[in-house]
């Protein structure tokens, strides 16, 4: 065991540093291509930290574990929410100005409920796989225009966040070197599962939804970190959003298009409410002086600690 835990670690490090990596180089390619730094930065805000967990799930489908990808999917979206968010909040200042995080936080419930509608007959098909996937497209294209409303101090947060040299040479080393770490790290964590799984006597889902999805969130909780303490709150609250719709419309989405996707009877009773839950429970605390306080962040890790408990009594 002790070695599928090194392996699943030297997996978080390869992603992490190869998602930083990859980040870099499409955002160096996306300017370069004619984006703008702010549509540019706003997409890297919004979809950028989901980049690595897609590569996880990809793996996970390639080594024939779709129970894993489907439980990191909705895994990541509670600690997301419950875990990401509140330690950032207790460690730092996470105060929201960029008015567009308030309609997509809408647009998670949304997408978690409609979810959990497909998921009633105890699967999500091709159809509604493809539904998912033309409402992603639709939430990028409506981000993209409602971004230009942003205040000029909003818009200079996003680009200086995107700003990254533009030269093409460069910028493609950076993208080849982000996947060939991402590739190997996802390869490595997923191989580690498939092994810590059983010996932790959890499922494929529960191992997706509880470890998988609490270490790959890892990273983004240091970074989320750093980015409260230099008063970056747009930025936390943007890849916390961002990346749980991206998990719900792109990632389940396509995998659902590619093959009808079972969906446990138990994300219809327990995980997707408890998701629309937390997301719900975040809406009042971005109404009023749009930050998140320390108390609020209580709230929200002890509501993440509460599921847990309930996913754990669940098992045993």
Known sequence: MAEAWGLFALGLVLLALGGDTLVKGASGLAQKAGLSPFTAGLLLVAFGTSLPELFVNGAALLHGEPALALGNAVGSNLVNLG????????CGTVLVRMRLLSPLLWVLVAASALVMVFGLD???????????LVAFVVVVVRLIVLGRSEAPAVREGVETYAFTRTVLWLNLIRLVIGVVLVGYGARDVVQAMQ???????????MAGLLPLAIGTALPEVAAAIVAARRGQGDMVLGHVIGSSVCNLLLVIGGMAAIAPLALPASFVRLELPAAIALA??????????????RVEAVVLLAAFIGWVMLELAGFF
């Open 280 to 293: 719900v429970v975040l809406i009042p605390m971005l109404r009023g002086d749009a930050r998140v306080s």
């Open 83 to 90: 875990l990401t968010l509140p330690i950032a909040a207790l």
């Open 122 to 132: 105890g699967r999500i098909n091709r159809l509604e796989g493809a539904i998912l």
């Open 195 to 205: 092994g810590l799984a059983p010996a932790l006597g959890l499922s494929p889902l």
